[in-house]
């Protein structure tokens, strides 16, 4: 698997919000492939050496007005840069009012390439049939790639508090120098090796401090 994931913990009673209106649903499914996070889509951008480089939010509303009368384009949903505009505005506002509840859930996301998760699932796996055996064979997919989907025609996933909950416990009782056991290739890439335990250890928080708060997890493959 090559493209990259993006995880993002959320308390449930935010994430019923979404799911309760449409409209704030399609747009965040779409925004969370335009890169850098949600708490960073309504950010502003430096100027680079090449020039401006619009935020999320910017380029989603440049691209309504080349796309919006399509069908394709978020579903059809938004019948005019007006009422996109003012999911725009309620979007920014439900962001606010997650990071004033909760500081911390802005650090509480992980981000990867296809090439480390795909690495972090394979040790998982195998690390996973020594000290679980009994675990579900599929376990160590769901952790890296997996989720229940929200929508049919939503790429957006998530994982349940319960399902973090079991996935923190488990990420719990394994160590980084326990996975790196499993692959020989890490330890002639210094770089590689160096963004594979940061991410093992991004994992292991996320997980546990969504679970500590009984909150869930969204996934996204981008």
Known sequence: MS????????????????????????????????????????????????????????????????????ENFLNGIFKSEDELESYCILLERFLEQLKASDPSLVHRNIFFDGRIGEQIYKSLKQELKIKFPNLDAEFARRVVWEGEQI???????Y????????????LHQVEVNELLQHSDT??????????????????????KEAADRGQ???????
Request: glycine share 6%.
């Open 159 to 170: 994982l349940n508090s319960d399902q973090v909950k079991a996935i923190a416990q488990v």
């Open 186 to 207: 890490l330890q002639d890439h210094p770089v590689f090796l160096e963004e594979f335990c940061r991410t093992i250890q991004e994992f292991k928080t996320c997980f």
């Open 151 to 157: 929508k049919p025609g939503l790429e957006l996933l």
């Open 3 to 70: 493209h990259s994931i993006r995880k993002q913990a959320i308390p449930v009673e935010s994430f019923e919000q979404i799911c309760n209106d449409q409209p704030l649903l399609i747009l965040i499914d779409d925004l969370w492939g335009h890169g850098g996070g949600m708490f960073h889509w309504f950010a502003p951008t430096p100027i680079t050496s090449f020039g401006y480089i619009p935020n999320p939010i910017e380029e989603l509303k440049r691209e309504y007005q080349e796309y919006g009368t399509t």
């Open 216 to 222: 869930l997890i969204l996934t996204k493959v981008i």
